[in-house]
């Protein structure tokens, strides 16, 4: 029996400790008896300071939720996977939760327990899966598309070309100009084309052991070009030893380009540009942090960027945030972004072997 005792304080003990689960005692005077250091760290509570509090002190601003419990402790309702976000800081958080009541051995009712798991990854796996249906269906239609009007547009702009030397060669200078204009939109054209087919499954993707130290070191001339261009000043602190990636080098390059590109022409003169680099040797992943000090993203705005053609600028596509997240994907990572009031960081999240 003694024995059986141990084991069962030693399973209660493991079970607050554990670092995926949150737990939450309660008494019948709905005061808080013990919490796990998991339910602290996503409540963003201290445990000091809310041990033996009541419940209604400390979640004063979360009504619906704690009438629940309150509830429960009542009337011996159960809940079962009750799907709650919870923002703490700027951490968005899904957590499955479960309470039920604990009772003593004449039956009565001794307090409450909550217990509830931090299902984020898997509700953002959810809304990929959404996602990438609808991405893969925009892309085949683009793609098609594209094919289509890529054949016709190479030959308007042979016999444009052919059109301007003749005029050349006549003097007419004015409609020579004419000419310079259509061959500029045309380009305009075809680069959207170009962006459209990128949006589909590319066929020559070739996926290679890559240093990402070296891909961010390849586009920074591009990038410093860019920003000179918008009075920005950039700011790059990349280790030359990243760990190596599986990637494509080239779409990985896109995907740099594209998210720097947008933080520029989010800033007028004087923004600053920082690419930060965070290695998780314990989750294996690069995270790369490309902050801007731009006007940031509004929260009715942030949901909805990464879907093919949301654009806010007037010559802006809408594709490039959608490649990316798609070529990131593709090689197991995921794309964050957080924008609280000013500037504005998107988080490239890269799994290394
Ligand atoms: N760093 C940023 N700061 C502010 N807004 C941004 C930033 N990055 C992206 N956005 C918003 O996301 C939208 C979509 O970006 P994107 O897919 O690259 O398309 P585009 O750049 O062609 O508009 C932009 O139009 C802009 O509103
Ligand atoms: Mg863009």
């Known amino acids: 029996m003694q024995r ?46 809310v041990l033996g509090q009541p419940m209604e002190h400390i979640f004063a601003t979360l009504p619906a939720e704690h009438q629940l419990v309150r509830r429960n402790i009542l009337d011996g309702m159960v809940v079962r996977n009750h799907a709650l976000s919870w923002t703490n800081n700027q951490e968005r958080y899904e957590l499955l939760l479960d309470s039920n009541v604990l009772r003593d051995e004449s039956d009565q009712i001794a307090g409450a327990y909550i217990i509830f798991k931090d299902v984020t990854n898997l509700r953002s796996l959810e809304e990929q899966v959404q996602r990438s249906d609808r991405l893969a269906m925009i892309g085949q239609i683009a793609a098609g598309t594209a094919h289509e009007i890529r054949n016709p547009l190479t030959s308007i702009k042979g016999f444009l ?11 007419m200078e004015r409609e020579c100009g004419y000419t310079e204009v259509m061959l500029t939109e045309m380009n305009r054209i075809n680069e959207l084309v170009n962006e459209f087919l990128l949006l589909s499954k590319p066929k020559n993707v070739t996926y290679a052991s ?85 006007p940031g993203i509004p ?15 007037e010559e802006g ?37």
């Open 161 to 171: 070309q052919v059109l301007r030397r003749t005029l050349q060669e006549q003097g």
């Open 317 to 353: 596509t809408g594709l490039g945030l959608s490649i990316c997240q798609r070529i990131i994907h593709d090689i197991g990572g995921h794309i964050r972004v957080s924008s609280k009031g000013y500037g504005t960081t998107f988080t490239l999240s890269i799994p290394f072997p």
């Open 210 to 294: 890559v240093d990402l130290s070296q891909v961010v070191r390849d586009i920074m001339p591009i990038i410093n070009n860019e920003a000179i261009l918008h009075g920005v000043i950039v700011q790059c602190d990349i280790s030359d030893r990243l760990p190596r990636i599986i990637a494509d080098r080239e779409m990985l390059k896109q995907v740099f380009l594209n998210i720097c590109k947008n933080g520029i022409e989010a800033m007028g003169d004087g923004g600053h540009l920082t690419i930060t680099e965070r290695v998780d040797n314990e989750e294996r992943k690069v995270n790369i942090d490309i902050h801007d000090t731009g």
């Open 4 to 49: 059986g005792l141990n084991l069962l304080q030693q399973f209660a003990g493991a079970f607050l400790q554990d670092v995926n689960l949150g737990v939450i005692l309660i008494d019948t005077e709905f005061q808080l008896i013990d919490i796990s250091d998991m339910a602290c760290r996503v409540l963003g509570l201290e445990k000091k300071k």
């Open 299 to 313: 929260l009715f705005v942030i949901d909805k960027i990464f879907d093919p053609f949301f654009t806010t600028k």
